[in-house]
């Protein structure tokens, strides 16, 4: 049996949706044991939610958790910051710089110059960071990625990706909308890094390639609104192949309609969050075919994440978790003085600093009443 990793939270507290997505993430593999945390902007809120969860050691902020959880015998081995993307940087470089492993909500902070500045510190840190790009955990998400490298659709030409939603179709008043509408704390871009860095995410994830330019064309549809909550990109990647990604939070009858397309000169691709279990490949002039979950032709890489038979279905905690799984794994071999086994797979600092390099150059483009802009 596994021992379990000693893991803090910073973010998160009673009424934060993505708090709660992390810690039954955490546990669904039995990998981690929550036992510290920081869980609100004010020392009342975090005391009150820290005692509803439980933990051992509440703190008031997460610089007096970091300083004190490096000095303990026991202390945390890992901290999940769950905060508005504003405070990722100040909060991961406390951790990071006390040899403390991260484990970090996307997008990686709020402004490029942060970005930057916390891969410097990632790189200094013996500790690893892991960015919860969550949707990389899918297993039919691996299995395409899979077959992209051993070439089975061929060169790749085209990528079409898109995330619509629509529950900011209108004005909305509760926290998630607040803070995710306030440029000061989401960052320049709305739905482009809400949602958007998922998608360009995902699109570099199972092709492999990288962006090289884009030219997009963003828009705050809902009046007074300050950042964008639609956003349309035509992408260049490396070695020639186009796309195009559409992000948008208001689009009625949409509720996580992530989906991507990828098609090569042998063949093509399509998988659908909204029915994750399934990914299609159609190989040029042959029929369409159906991959499941599990089931017949599907590869190792989607076995490696997949817990249960063909059928049952598997979805966004489990991708969560598939993460989490992929991080105990690593951190585990990093305290043994192992390398990480070639297996493991999880979203490093550099896909967080491509990520905010995006959400910055759609912001530019469009600006620029959609020019193209380098990455």
């Known amino acids: 049996m596994n021992t379990r990793i000693r893991l803090g939270m910073v973010g998160g507290g009673n009424d934060a949706f993505i708090g709660g997505v992390h810690r039954i993430a955490s ?10 945390g920081a869980l609100s902007s004010t020392p009342e809120k975090s005391r009150a939610s820290g005692e509803a969860l439980g933990l051992p050691r509440i703190y008031d902020d997460f610089k007096q958790m970091a300083i004190r959880e490096a000095r303990l015998k026991n202390g945390i081995q890992a901290v999940s910051i769950v905060t508005p993307n504003h405070m990722h940087y100040l909060a991961a470089r406390e951790f990071l710089k006390r040899g403390i492993h991260v484990i970090c909500d996307k997008p990686l902070t709020s402004t490029l110059a942060d970005a930057k500045k916390l891969a410097k510190a990632a790189e200094s840190s013996d500790a690893l960071f892991i960015l919860t790009h969550n949707y990389t955990g899918y297993p039919m998400v691996r299995q395409a990625r899979e077959m992209v490298a051993k070439g089975e659709i061929g060169k790749i030409r085209v ?72 956003g349309h990109v035509m992408l260049r990647f490396e070695g020639g192949a186009k796309g195009m990604l559409w992000c948008s939070q208001v689009a009625p009858g949409n509720e996580n309609a992530l989906r991507i397309r990828v098609y090569g000169d042998k063949g093509g691709l399509e998988w659908a969050q909204e029915d994750p279990n399934y990914l299609w490949h159609t190989p040029f002039g042959e029929p369409k075919r159906l991959i499941t979950r599990n089931g017949a032709g599907a590869g190792d890489a989607a076995a490696r994440v997949s817990r249960v038979p063909p059928g049952h279905p598997e979805g966004y905690l489990e991708g969560f978790a598939n993460i989490y799984s992929e991080a105990a794994e690593a951190i585990t071999a990093h305290a043994a003085g192992q390398p990480m086994p070639d297996a493991v797979m999880y979203p490093t600092i550099d896909d967080g600093l491509r990520g905010v390099e995006f959400i910055d150059a759609c912001v530019r483009s469009s600006a620029r009443n959609a020019a193209w802009v380098k990455l």
Do not use: C, M
């Open 159 to 230: 990528v079409q990706v898109e995330y619509p939603q629509d529950w900011l179709t209108q004005h909305e008043d509760f926290k998630q909308a607040e803070w995710r509408t306030d440029p000061a704390r989401s960052g320049a871009g709305g739905s482009t890094g809400d949602i958007g860095t998922h998608a360009h995410n995902l699109a570099r994830f199972i092709t492999g390639l990288e962006v090289e330019s884009l030219a997009a064309d963003l828009d705050a549809f809902v009046p007074g609104r300050q950042v964008d909550d639609n």
């Open 27 to 36: 546990r669904i593999d039995d990998r981690f044991e929550l036992v510290a």
